[in-house]
């Protein structure tokens, strides 16, 4: 069996074994933490130009309530990847509610013009963990390893 | 030779027959047939508001509005009127045309909060016409009887608990004509007309509160869920920025109105908050028609604005008709 296979298999045997284990930190499916949907209620004071808070966490199957209560000029809430947009006057809350059933990362931006800075009134929305940043650290982490085993050779 | 004659009297007929056509134009601007058109660009009060600001107009000239903004969202509309508001959106051309059947002078405002001086934001357009300005003979009735707005005005009788007008008509005691008088309820306020209630012989057998459940069975009965729908819309739109939308002056423009930022905006005036009408002290001693008074002139060293000239006498009585619920249960 050893007598198949080519000696640079040997040559290249850590650099292949660095790259599979990138592959399963960047792809392998997480194991998935069980969570029973649950209501789940914000209050976000809008200002030119922030949002408090700005950053608003559920988790996948969550029903979301946001309350929007602007507190100089008319402002609103335009959520990517929802395709979500309410907005609401000074002295009159506005409310969304919906079920966050697309895990993700992703920003909310008001959606009625407010002033000079109005583009980049942002804030983020986070359904489940942010898989993303542990996968990128974790390749980051991998990437250290082969580059302090390549020095050591 | 005949056409080639025919060819430059053409082209010298071009040459100035058209400045010739342009400068004729120019006597008859397309306003005076059609209407006039009127480029308007909204500002935050802070930065100028509405441009321009002065309109005249005749009596059923057909106003065209291209209306812009040059920040932020704005609303448009024309006080006592039927027409409907519109937005106004930076970058956004909106345009409207308007007729006035009657002489007089109307006020158009902003109708969405666009920063702490929104209610600054108000214009003029004054609409002549062969037919004399007819005057309004009738006076609020806040003006008919000489009510003292800015007087202090604490109710000598406050309820244990909150008035119930449900609870009242389970009392099973029919309510007597004079307090079923719109005109009556008017001019007197909840205090003084518990009072009055608590002297005569029908409410013998009660307890104080259950007078002042009376009291809040007659002011229901003075009202419709119509008038308290439109109260309550009009109170949401305009009102509940400063007084809040529970009533109690916590809105979120009140911490703008702030002694600095009215030593900013104006001299140094006294700073009030806005006034909260959750609080018996002060609502129970005020008669319906020092209200009226209060939301039509404004003032009050709190920077309240006047609301006479925006809304109709319907209106107004349906917005304090609506003040009420924040005291009494109906």
Same mark, same amino acid.
């Given at each position: 069996?050893?007598?198949?296979?080519?000696?640079?298999?040997?040559?290249? !045997?850590?650099?292949?074994?660095?790259?599979?284990?990138?592959?399963?930190?960047?792809?392998?499916?997480?194991?998935?933490?069980?969570?029973?949907?649950?209501? !789940?209620?914000?209050r976000v004071e809008a200002r030119s130009f922030e949002y408090n808070p700005a950053v608003l966490r559920a988790n996948p199957g969550d029903r979301v309530t946001i309350e929007l209560i602007p507190m100089d000029v008319v402002h609103g809430i335009y959520i990517d990847g929802y395709n979500l947009e309410f907005h609401a006057d000074p002295g009159q809350t506005g409310e969304l509610t919906f079920i966050a059933n697309r895990p993700g990362i992703y920003r909310f931006r008001c959606s009625v013009t407010c002033g000079a800075l109005h583009p980049f009134m942002i804030g983020k929305l986070q359904v489940g963990p942010n898989s993303l940043l542990w996968r990128g650290a974790g390749l980051a982490t991998l990437a250290a390893l082969a580059g302090a085993w390549r020095l050591r050779r | 030779m005949n056409?080639?004659?025919?060819? &430059?009297?053409?082209?010298?007929?071009?040459? #100035?027959?058209?400045?010739?056509?342009?400068?004729?134009?120019?006597?008859?601007?397309?306003?005076?047939?059609?209407?006039?058109?009127i480029e308007m660009h909204a500002r935050m009060a802070?930065?100028?508001?509405?441009?321009?600001?002065?309109?005249?107009?005749?009596?059923?000239?057909?106003?065209?509005?291209?209306?812009?903004?040059?920040?932020?969202?704005?609303?448009?509309?024309?006080?006592?009127?039927?027409?409907p508001a519109v937005d106004v959106n930076p970058g956004e051309v909106t345009e409207a045309t308007i007729a006035f059947e009657k002489p007089g002078k109307y006020v158009f405002y902003c109708t969405r909060w666009c920063g702490p001086g929104h209610w600054r934001m108000r214009g003029v357009i004054e609409v002549s016409g062969e037919t004399a300005v007819e005057q309004d003979a009738e006076q609020p009735l806040y003006a008919v009887l000489g009510i003292d707005i800015d007087a202090?005005?604490?109710?000598?009788?406050?309820?244990?608990? &909150?008035?119930?007008? &449900?609870?009242?008509?389970? #009392?099973?005691?029919?309510?007597?004509?004079?307090?079923?008088?719109?005109?009556?309820?008017? &001019?007197?306020?909840?205090?003084?007309?518990?009072?009055?209630?608590?002297?005569?012989?029908?409410?013998?057998? #009660?307890?104080?509160?259950?007078?002042?459940?009376?009291?809040?069975?007659?002011?229901?009965?003075?009202?419709?869920?119509?008038?308290?729908?439109?109260?309550?819309?009009?109170?949401?739109?305009?009102?509940?920025?400063?007084?809040?939308?529970?009533g109690s002056g916590e809105g979120v423009m009140a911490a703008s109105i702030t002694p600095e930022a009215q030593l900013t905006a104006e001299s140094g005036h006294d700073h009030k908050p806005p006034a909260n009408f959750t609080d018996p002290k002060m609502m129970l001693g005020a008669s319906p028609a020092l209200l009226q008074g209060k939301i039509i002139r404004g003032g009050m060293g709190s920077g309240m604005p006047y609301w006479g000239p925006i809304f109709t006498e319907e209106q107004t009585w349906a917005l304090v008709d609506y003040l009420w619920t924040f005291q009494f249960d109906y």
């Open positions: 069996m050893s007598a198949h296979i080519p000696p640079s298999f040997y040559k290249y !045997r850590a650099s292949i074994v660095f790259a599979l284990a990138g592959i399963l930190i960047a792809l392998a499916p997480l194991p998935s933490p069980i969570t029973t949907p649950t209501e !789940r209620h914000f | 056409a080639e004659r025919l060819a &430059r009297l053409f082209v010298v007929g071009l040459l #100035l027959g058209l400045p010739l056509a342009i400068l004729i134009a120019r006597w008859f601007p397309p306003g005076s047939a059609a209407g006039q058109t802070e930065s100028g508001g509405w441009t321009p600001s002065d309109l005249t107009a005749e009596v059923r000239e057909p106003l065209h509005f291209r209306l812009t903004s040059d920040d932020v969202v704005h609303g448009f509309a024309i006080g006592q009127s039927d027409w202090p005005h604490p109710a000598a009788f406050t309820p244990i608990q &909150r008035p119930s007008a &449900r609870r009242g008509a389970s #009392l099973g005691i029919p309510i007597t004509k004079m307090y079923q008088d719109p005109e009556y309820l008017h &001019r007197r306020s909840p205090a003084e007309t518990w009072s009055v209630m608590r002297a005569e012989t029908f409410t013998q057998g #009660l307890s104080d509160d259950q007078v002042w459940d009376m009291v809040a069975l007659a002011w229901q009965n003075s009202t419709s869920p119509a008038a308290l729908a439109l109260g309550q819309q009009l109170y949401t739109q305009n009102c509940a920025a400063c007084h809040g939308e529970a």
